[in-house]
């Protein structure tokens, strides 16, 4: 695991200050390079043909969120090159076939079991409908598993992680992940306490265990594409994945927190289960292996 030890987050003075402003600088930076990138892209499209950005082609957004995330992936690693004088080992592609699969079979099974658990317990009830399209998910899946992994892991994370030791980081950085859910619609508190527990601690044990982004994006991709497209159900109170083999929907009068209400499986009990369960046995292994010690007791400065 590489925190970063040079240049703008060497040893010194105001070190954890330092790695809160560059994380900022990095996460402004690259938010900004995908949103032009991506959006800049699909409204030349709507622009020459005379309509709106909602009606672009779906191949077309696909493209660019795909384009989009290339260059601002591509702009991290630079930045990091730049600014703390390494390369990026985070984001070595050698490891990128394998571990992005293996993310995706993680997420899409614990989705699949959370879905199971409550469709079993009568908290939802689960159809087969027409399959309609599964572009516009796709463009989703990476728009949201490589941009929101890259931002909340490899920046977020990692920085807080250089600023103020592990537990602290880990923390923060599933509280930041959860409280930016509640701007979704059909949002709660028990959402985002879901989406912080179950996904933002989550999603950052595979990173803290691999020392690398990108079982967190197949895992995070998986469940997304598989709760919204496969299963049909709400992604974080979106419907942006819809268009799959199933229809799942809260089951009458079940309670928000068993079903997950309008917000999602990953809002209801059996999300939050099965989520924190791979969460916490997976920081179990990263602990077994050792992986959380380097910046761990890293002095506030």
Not at 77 to 97: D, I
Not at 144 to 158: A, D, H, K, P
Not at 257 to 278: H, K
């Amino acid at each position: 695991m590489e925190l970063g030890n040079a240049r703008i987050v060497a040893p010194g003075r105001l070190r954890w200050l330092r790695a809160i402003g560059w994380m900022v600088l990095l996460a402004v930076l690259v938010i900004f390079t995908f949103g032009l990138i991506s959006g800049g892209l699909v409204g030349v499209a709507a622009s020459r043909a005379g309509i709106e950005p909602a009606d672009v082609n779906q191949t077309i957004v696909l493209l660019s969120t795909i384009l989009g995330a290339l260059v601002a992936t591509s702009l991290y690693a630079a930045l990091v090159g730049w600014g703390e004088k390494r390369r990026a080992s985070e984001l070595k592609l050698r490891f990128f076939p394998f571990e992005v699969a293996l993310g995706l079979a993680i997420g899409a099974a614990m989705m699949a079991a959370a879905v199971a658990i409550a469709w079993t317990a009568g908290w939802m009830t689960v159809t087969a409908v027409p399959v309609q399209t599964v572009t516009r998910a796709v463009s989703e899946s990476i728009q949201s598993g490589v941009m929101e992994e890259v931002l909340f892991r490899l920046v977020i994370l990692r920085l807080l992680w250089r600023a103020f030791g592990i537990w602290p980081a880990l923390g923060l950085s599933a509280l930041i992940f959860g409280l930016v859910h509640l701007g979704n619609p059909n949002a709660s508190l028990f959402a985002a306490l879901c989406i912080a527990v179950e996904a933002g601690v989550m999603l950052a044990t595979f990173y803290i265990l691999t020392g690398r982004v990108w079982v967190s994006v197949g895992v995070h991709a998986g469940w997304n594409f598989t709760q919204g497209w496969i299963f049909g159900a709400a992604v974080s109170g979106t419907d942006g994945f819809a268009g799959g083999p199933l229809l799942t929907r809260p089951a009458a009068d079940m309670p928000h927190w068993l079903s997950g209400g309008t917000f999602g499986p990953e809002a209801s009990l059996a999300g939050l289960i099965v989520g924190t369960g791979v969460g916490a046995y997976t920081l179990w292994l990263a602990r077994q292996k050792g992986r959380l010690g380097e910046g761990a007791a890293a002095p506030v400065e």
